[in-house]
C-alpha cells in the first residue's frame, strides 16, 4: 500500500515539474499584425448557468447578504418576507452636449469639416427628443427590473451624447443633429437586385422600413424560410396537446409571420450590406419635424463625411445604428456582430422633410449628390462628402450577335442583350479587398464603374 502511495505521489510530481517546464520554455506566439479587439453589438445569448455579475452586462454590481434571528423553519417558510432580494438599480441621466465646444470634444474635426453648425447652434438648440429618448430608458428599466436578461446594457444606456434640433440662418435649412456610437444594421433583402441573400444574423429582418413594390417575379431569398416557420406555427397550433397558453402565443405569432409573408411577396427593400442607411429611433418619427424613412443624412466620423439616407426606424430606447455598409466604410473589421465605432464619437446630421417618393432601389448618385446640396445649404463641407461606389454587381448580358448586311434596323430577339440575371453571386463578394482603414481618409473616390468581372475579382471575402 505504500509502495502504490509513493508511486502515485511521484506522478503528480513529475507531472507538475513537466507542466511547469513547458510553460517556461514554450515559444510565445506572436501575431503578424495586431488586430483591434472587436466590440459587440449585439449582448451574448443568455444560455446554461448564469452568472449574475455577467447577467447585469456591464452594470456594476454591489451584492450583500443581511441574516436576522427568525422562527423555526417551517414558520418562515410560509413568510414572503423571510427570504427577499431588493433590487436598487442606480442610473445616472446624462445631460446633452449644447455647445460647438462640446461638440468638439467629442468630435475634434467636427467644427472643421461642417463650420457652419456654430452659427446654427442656439441656447435651446437641445431636441425635446434627447430628453424623451432618455424618459424612455427609465421607464424600460423599471419595466424590466424583474428581468434581468432584458435590461439596458451600460453601453446601450449610455448611447447618445446629445440630440440638437438646427436651423440655418439664411438658408433656414432645417437639421438633426445626434452624437453617439455606431452599432450595426445587417438587415434587409430585395431579390430584384440581388436574388442570394446575404446572411441571416442573430436579430435578422429581411425587411426595413424604406421599401418599394417588387419590380420582378424573384422570390425574396428569405420567403422559403419565413413560410417554413409558418408552417411549423401552423402544425403546433393544430395539435390537439397545445396548451391553451402556447395557442394564444402561437396565434399571434402566426398573425405576424402570415403579415411578414405578405410583406417579403410584395416590397423590396434596402440591403444593409451593400446600401448606406442610418436608423432611428420610433419616437424620432412622430416628433413636430419629423424625421422619416427616405430623409438625407450624413454621417460624420474623423475626417469624413458620408452621405446617407434614413432607411430603418429602430427601438424607441436605442440610438446609434448604421448600415453594415457604412460601418465597412468606417472601420474595415465591423461584422454584423462587432460595431465599427464603440465610443460617442459619431456625429448624425439629418435633413428632416427632404425624402423623395416614390421610393426605389438607392441611386448611390443622386444620394451623393442631394447630400452634397443639403450639407452646403447650413454652410457647406471643408471636404468633398466621401463617395461610395456600387458594389451590387449589374445583371451580365449574353453575348450581342454582330448584325449581318442584311438584317434590318430592328433587332431580333435573339440579339437583343438578354436582361435575365446571371446566377447570383456568393454574398462573400459583397466588399472590397482595399477596404478603408478604420479611420476613412476624407473625400477618397473610387474607380469609374467596372464591368461585373473585374468589379468581382477586387472585393474581398467579408461575410456580413
Known amino acids: ?26 515559444p510565445i506566439e506572436l501575431s503578424g499584425t495586431p488586430t483591434p479587439e472587436p466590440t459587440a453589438t449585439r449582448p451574448p445569448v443568455i444560455t446554461g448557468k448564469l452568472d449574475m455579475a455577467k447577467l447585469f452586462n456591464g452594470i456594476t454590481l454591489h451584492s450583500t447578504v443581511e441574516t436576522v434571528p427568525g422562527a423555526d423553519a ?44 456654430t452659427s446654427m447652434l442656439s441656447a435651446d438648440s437641445v431636441s425635446p427628443l434627447f430628453a424623451e429618448l432618455y424618459d424612455t430608458k427609465v421607464r424600460m428599466l423599471r419595466e424590466n427590473l424583474g428581468r434581468l436578461d432584458l435590461l439596458l446594457s451600460r453601453h446601450n444606456f449610455f448611447d447618445c451624447q446629445t440630440v440638437l434640433q438646427l436651423q440655418h440662418p439664411q438658408t433656414h435649412r432645417k437639421a438633426l443633429l445626434l452624437q453617439a456610437d455606431m452599432d450595426v444594421d445587417a438587415d434587409g433583402s430585395d431579390s430584384d437586385r440581388l436574388p442570394a441573400g446575404t446572411g441571416a444574423p ?21 420567403l422559403a ?3 417554413q416557420r409558418l408552417k411549423r406555427a401552423e402544425d403546433e397550433y393544430a395539435l390537439a396537446s397545445t396548451a391553451p397558453p402556447r395557442r394564444r402565443e402561437l ?45 438625407y443624412a450624413v454621417v460624420v466620423f474623423a475626417d469624413a463625411i458620408y452621405p446617407v439616407i434614413v432607411g430603418d426606424v429602430g427601438p424607441n430606447d436605442k440610438v446609434g445604428e448604421a448600415s453594415l455598409r457604412i460601418a465597412k466604410e468606417v472601420n474595415a473589421l465591423s461584422t454584423a456582430y462587432n460595431r465599427p465605432v464603440s465610443d460617442l464619437k459619431v456625429t448624425y446630421l439629418i435633413f428632416p422633410g427632404t425624402a423623395e417618393k ?15 446640396t443639403l450639407v452646403k445649404e447650413i454652410g457647406g463641407a471643408s471636404v468633398p462628402l466621401h463617395r461610395l461606389e456600387n458594389i ?29 440575371p446571371s446566377p447570383s453571386p456568393a454574398p462573400t463578394f459583397a466588399f472590397r479587398v482595399s477596404s478603408p482603414a478604420p479611420t476613412a481618409s476624407v473625400g477618397s473616390t473610387h474607380s469609374p464603374a467596372r464591368s461585373p468581372a473585374a468589379a468581382r475579382s477586387a472585393r474581398s471575402r467579408h461575410k456580413p
Not at 202 to 222: H, I, L, Q, V
Not at 271 to 295: L, Q
Not at 362 to 367: F, M, N, Q, T, Y
Open 74 to 117: 417551517a414558520t418562515e417558510r410560509t413568510q414572503p418576507e423571510s427570504y427577499v432580494l431588493d433590487l436598487k438599480l442606480l442610473a445616472h441621466v446624462p445631460s446633452p452636449n449644447k455647445t460647438i465646444e462640446d461638440l468638439a470634444k467629442v468630435s475634434p474635426e467636427l467644427p472643421t469639416l461642417l463650420p457652419g453648425l
Open 1 to 26: 500500500m505504500l509502495v502504490l502511495f509513493c508511486a502515485i505521489f511521484a506522478a503528480i510530481i513529475y507531472r507538475w515539474i513537466s507542466l511547469e517546464r513547458l510553460q517556461r520554455f514554450a
Open 358 to 372: 416614390p421610393f426605389g432601389p438607392p441611386d448611390l448618385e443622386k444620394i451623393h449628390a442631394r447630400c452634397e
Open 225 to 227: 424560410g419565413t413560410e
Open 202 to 222: 442573430a436579430n435578422f429582418k429581411p425587411a426595413t422600413s424604406y421599401r418599394w413594390e417588387k419590380k420582378t417575379d424573384a422570390p425574396n431569398p428569405y
Open 251 to 295: 396565434r399571434n405569432a402566426i398573425a405576424e409571420i402570415r403579415a411578414e409573408v405578405g410583406t417579403l411577396k410584395k416590397f423590396s427593400f434596402l440591403i444593409g450590406a451593400t446600401d448606406p442607411f442610418i436608423v432611428v429611433p420610433g419616437t424620432f418619427t412622430r416628433s413636430p419635424n419629423p424625421v422619416k424613412p427616405g430623409d
Open 392 to 420: 451590387i454587381p449589374s445583371p451580365t448580358p449574353s453575348a450581342t450577335p454582330s448584325p449581318s448586311p442584311s438584317s434590318s434596323g430592328t433587332p431580333s430577339p435573339s440579339s437583343t442583350a438578354s436582361g435575365t
